[in-house]
C-alpha cells in the first residue's frame, strides 16, 4: 500500500511540474519539483494535493521537509501558485539550512516566507526572528524581530 502511494504521488508530481515554471524563471528554481510523501490526496475541484507525513519536496537545487504540505496549482497550466508547508519545516539550499514551524512560497513573488519560530543557519552563524523572507530570484533574506549571532567570518 505505501508503495502504491509512493508511487502515485511521483506521478501526480510528475503531471503537475511538468510546466512548472516558465523559461525566465528556470533560472531561479532549476529543475521540476519532485515531492514525495506518505500520503496524497488530489482534489482536481479545488486545484490542490496534499501531502502528508514525511514529505520531501526536491528542486536540483532545494531540498524542503515539512510533516504536511498543500500545493495549489493553476487548472489550465498546471503551475505551481503557492505552496503551505506546516510541521518540522527545513529548507536545505547548499551550506544554508533554515528551520521554522509553518512555511509558505509563493510562486509571484518567488519568495518562502518562514514563521514560528525561524532559524537560518549557515556553517557556525544563525539568523532568528518572528519572520523570515526569503527572496529566491535575489538569494536574499528579511527578517523581522532579529537576531544574527557571528561566530565565524567567511575567511577565517
Do not use: W
Request: proline share 1%.
Amino acid at each position: 500500500m505505501s508503495r502504491q502511494l509512493f508511487i502515485s504521488s511521483l506521478l501526480i508530481l510528475f503531471l503537475l511540474s511538468t510546466n512548472v515554471f516558465s523559461e525566465e524563471k528556470a533560472q531561479q528554481i532549476k529543475g521540476p519539483i519532485i515531492i514525495t510523501s506518505e500520503m496524497l490526496t488530489a482534489d482536481n475541484r479545488t486545484h490542490t494535493a496534499l501531502f502528508e507525513n514525511s514529505v520531501v519536496a526536491r528542486t536540483t537545487d532545494m531540498t524542503l521537509h515539512a510533516d504536511r504540505m498543500l500545493v495549489y496549482y493553476n487548472a489550465d497550466t498546471g503551475n505551481i501558485t503557492k505552496i503551505e508547508a506546516e510541521g518540522g519545516i527545513k529548507l536545505i539550499k547548499g551550506t544554508r539550512a533554515i528551520t521554522s514551524k509553518e512555511a509558505t512560497y509563493c510562486a509571484d513573488g518567488e519568495k518562502i516566507i518562514f514563521i514560528g519560530e525561524p532559524r537560518a543557519v549557515e556553517g557556525e552563524n544563525v539568523v532568528t526572528g518572528r519572520k523570515i523572507t526569503y527572496l529566491l530570484n535575489e538569494d536574499r533574506f528579511l527578517v523581522e524581530g532579529s537576531k544574527v549571532f557571528l561566530r565565524k567570518q567567511k575567511g577565517q
